[in-house]
């Protein structure tokens, strides 16, 4: 059975909504993608109900510190597993090249020594090349280049065991040279910094970001089924979804919730 599970949809400064992160599930196999900016992450699993254990695969999509930084307090946590052999197999962490250079300078510097060592013996960093297929969580996960105007951005494809197809594009408003490879798509992960009205205050625009009714109208040009939003801002917690719900409308688009599990 297909599942996300969402550990955070909030951006680097959010507290209440935390990072994004999450889990891609398929019956007892896990991708883990993304790891927020802090030792949060290993809260956050453990309120969803996994311990890091159950996590063999890690996707990191970029190397910004809200989705990179998490990793090495699931470092600290990993190594010291190891030594007591609380952790049993090779960490995969599978990025692109960008990302690679950035976990192996910093690990060293901020661990110590002993856990340091246990890193560099049991994990594993595999650098990803464009449209590039792994088998991972019972899926072939296609890893491609979102064409970002910043740092490097991965993002991946994969069809579903219900025979959709799954699109997830990282957190950067989606490329235009990417509409034909996304188009008809039955879910898309799509990030959504803000309300349109409050880009003024927030503004996404600069930030290479979307507003909820932006990428609303484009995905709806391109005829995508579902859309799953997430990277918000913080403001909103207690109505966010209906106020999203408005403006997804405002947008063209049929809002539609999907049966994910979040942690919040």
């Not at 998490?70 to 090249?97: P, V």
């Not at 106020?243 to 947008?251: D, F, R, T, V």
Request: with cysteine.
């Amino acid at each position: 059975m297909d599942k996300i599970i969402m550990l955070g949809t909030g951006h680097g400064f959010t507290f209440d909504l935390y990072n994004t992160c999450f889990i891609l599930k398929n019956e007892n196999k896990n991708l883990l993608v993304d790891t927020g900016g802090g030792a949060e992450i290993i809260r956050r699993l453990e309120q969803a109900g996994y311990k890091l254990s159950d996590i063999h695969d890690v996707f990191i999509s970029h190397c910004h510190t809200d989705h990179l930084l998490g990793l090495m307090w699931i470092f600290k946590r990993l190594g010291s597993m190891y030594a007591r052999q609380g952790y049993l197999g090779t960490f995969n962490i599978y990025c692109n090249e960008e990302v690679a250079n950035s976990i192996n300078k910093m690990y060293s510097l901020v661990l110590p020594s002993v856990l340091a060592n246990a890193i560099k013996e049991n994990v594993k960093i595999h650098i990803l090349q464009d449209n590039e297929v792994v088998k991972l969580a019972g899926y072939d996960i296609k890893f491609f280049d979102l064409q970002p105007r910043g740092n490097m951005l991965y993002g991946f494809e994969t069809i579903l065991k219900n025979n959709k197809k799954f699109i997830f594009l990282g957190d950067e408003t989606c490329n235009p040279k990417l509409y034909d490879r996304i188009k008809d798509a039955d879910y898309i992960m799509h990030e959504a910094f803000c309300l349109d009205a409050e880009e003024p205050i927030f503004k996404a625009y600069e930030k290479h970001h979307s507003t909820v009714k932006s990428v609303c109208q484009e995905m709806n040009k391109l005829n995508i089924k579902n859309l799953i939003l997430y990277h918000t801002e913080d403001t909103h917690k207690e109505n966010k979804k209906e106020l999203y719900k408005q403006e997804a409308k405002m947008g063209h688009f049929l809002f539609r919730v999907g049966k994910f599990t979040y942690c919040q």
